[in-house]
């Protein structure tokens, strides 16, 4: 049975995403009309060269998406990358230069900025979270605790990071949750057992090919986890437990289904994560990496050596 999601790499279905995000980041820089204040001090045609530079250390995301950012406007501009989506990066390094019309490289700047920051940041969080339980070998999953309409982006930044990615939408698994369980409470299917039995059975007969679609099942107490055991979804998430509770867990998975794979969630912080690794687990799903990454400190700094020649 399935236990793995797709890895969201840069594809034709990020890069659609990324030019509706950026369709949409250009109306709002510009407001439908032009960018007043460098048509008044750059004159027309005035060509030029900037670097994009990282103020910080980390882990860079999103360089890919900058050639869309320029095909939005049109720009007369040529991109040329010194490092790649997924690296290393230290403080006041250059990412890469444009070189071409400085009034289209200074219209395209903060829609560049805003998507690198962003990416980066959760690239570099990502990171870390994934080195905090290196010593191990669980897996850091990212969630659909994402920003609207990033998610794809987002997604692909958790794997330049090092992270693995969960469902990256309600039609990519089964994933049984407290609320599913609590609104199926009067059907026939009212018990663990008997929901993931009819799910299967759902999956069977209405997916086109079943094998495709992982089964997952929230619990939230190692009564639960036994109901669950005793069915065999191929994940059970184990939802805001404590250490000890996680411990346990492991122990009743190896006795009673030991093919069944285990994910911690709930809470997870930087300072919590790898005592969670440490209890057996193998996999811990953190909506930090989306919902709480900081923007990456990036900026455009000009190349006065190649400018206005």
């Known amino acids: 049975m399935p236990t793995e999601f797709p890895s969201i790499d840069w594809s034709t ?17 510009l407001g439908r009309q032009h960018d007043w204040t460098t048509v008044a001090l750059v ?17 860079v995301a999103g360089l890919t998406a900058i050639p869309t ?26 990412l890469g230069r444009l070189t071409g019309d400085v009034r289209q490289i200074l219209t395209a700047e903060r829609t560049i900025l805003n998507i690198l920051g962003r ?37 692909y930044a958790v794997h330049c990071g090092g992270g693995f990615n969960h469902r990256l939408s309600l039609a990519s698994a089964i994933m049984i949750k407290d609320n599913h369980l609590a609104a ?26 079943p094998r495709t679609i992982v089964i997952e099942l929230e619990v939230d107490s190692l009564e639960q986890l036994t109901d669950a055991l005793h069915a065999q979804p191929d994940i059970v998430l184990l939802d805001n437990m404590s250490t000890e509770t996680l ?19 709930g809470g997870v912080t930087l300072d919590t994560v790898a005592a969670i690794a440490e209890t057996g687990v193998d996999r811990i799903s953190v909506g930090a990496v989306t919902h709480s990454a900081v923007n990456h400190d990036i900026a455009l700094d000009w190349d006065f050596a190649h400018a206005y020649r």
């Open 184 to 209: 199926a409470a009067n059907t026939p299917w009212n018990t663990i057992p008997l929901a993931i039995q009819r799910v299967r059975e759902f999956v069977e007969h209405n997916v086109p090919d």
């Open 119 to 155: 990416l980066s940041g959760v690239a570099t969080l990502t990171r870390r979270f994934v080195d905090a339980v290196s010593h191990t070998p669980v897996r850091i999953y990212d969630t659909r605790k994402t920003t609207p309409g990033w998610r794809s982006l987002e997604k």
């Open 13 to 29: 279905k990020v890069a659609a995403d990324c030019r509706d995000l950026v369709g949409l980041s250009i109306r709002e820089d």
């Open 69 to 94: 950012i320029l095909d939005a406007i049109e720009a007369k501009v040529q991109w040329t990358p010194q490092t790649n989506d997924g690296d290393l990066i230290s403080a006041q390094q250059s």
């Open 43 to 59: 004159p027309a045609g005035t060509p030029g060269s900037a670097c994009i530079v990282s103020r910080t250390a980390g882990v």
């Open 247 to 265: 411990r346990q867990a492991v122990q009743l998975r190896n006795q009673l289904a030991p093919n069944v794979v285990l994910e911690a969630s």
